[in-house]
T-cell receptor, first 112, second 111 residues
Framework: DAGVTQSPTHLIKTRGQQVTLRCSPKSGHDTVSWYQQALGQGPQFIFQYYEEEERQRGNFPDRFSGHQFPNYSSELNVNALLLGDSALYLC???????????FGPGTRLLVL | GQNIDQPTEMTATEGAIVQINCTYQTSGFNGLFWYQQHAGEAPTFLSYNVLDGLEEKGRFSSFLSRSKGYSYLLLKELQMKDSASYLCAVRPFSGTYKYIFGTGTRLKVLA
């Protein structure tokens, strides 16, 4: 039973560039949440997707956008990258109506 | 506002018992989670409490008091591999899908 997978594992970008991160949820899961985790901090909620729609968003600017596909996989897009966007980006999947979220290994983004 | 507090660091000896506390102040409560996160890795689910009391799962137990806004994670028979960060997270109310995480407690287990 495959767990949550994310790609790429690491990424280096420069300020102003755009990046797309990908996530495949755990088998049987239909809901995907994205989190940003800065070094030494807890994960911060970016948004959650269910039924191909963003249904809740955290305190992140519109530069952060996402998408969910019919197979439940998801993408996180960040435009106009800033140095402060350097972080570990975590995807978590769950089943609608159930509480527990399961995390993927994350994508470590470095913005230079 | 929403606030979750955990100690930043703790140190314990192999074979001992350690208790990691978490206090929260949130607009509503619909469940508390504990996750383990090794350095550079993803958080791994440990436990979920929504009712008051103790939930035991092997060497790990988690306790919740909703009236006090308080939880703890108890780790028994500590092993070196338990050295990790332990994250406390709360789902504030049933109408939200947002989980609020604390900054985590970094546990060092010494031989």
């Amino acid at each position: 039973d495959a767990g949550v997978t994310q790609s790429p594992t690491h990424l280096i970008k420069t300020r102003g560039q755009q990046v797309t991160l990908r996530c495949s949820p755990k088998s049987g899961h239909d809901t995907v949440s994205w989190y940003q985790q800065a070094l030494g901090q807890g994960p911060q909620f970016i948004f959650q997707y269910y039924e191909e729609e963003e249904r809740q968003r955290g305190n992140f600017p519109d530069r952060f956008s996402g998408h969910q596909f019919p197979n439940y996989s998801s993408e996180l897009n960040v435009n106009a990258l800033l140095l402060g966007d350097s972080a570990l980006y975590l995807c978590a999947s769950s089943i609608q109506g159930r509480e527990t979220q399961y995390f993927g290994p994350g994508t470590r983004l470095l913005v230079l | 506002g929403q606030n979750i507090d955990q100690p930043t660091e703790m140190t314990a000896t192999e074979g001992a018992i350690v208790q990691i506390n978490c206090t929260y102040q949130t607009s509503g409560f619909n469940g508390l989670f504990w996750y383990q996160q090794h350095a550079g890795e993803a958080p791994t689910f440990l436990s979920y409490n929504v009712l008051d009391g103790l939930e035991e799962k092997g060497r790990f137990s988690s306790f919740l008091s909703r009236s006090k806004g308080y939880s703890y994670l108890l780790l028994k028979e500590l092993q070196m591999k338990d050295s990790a960060s332990y994250l406390c997270a709360v789902r504030p109310f049933s109408g939200t899908y947002k989980y609020i995480f604390g900054t985590g407690t970094r546990l060092k287990v010494l031989a």
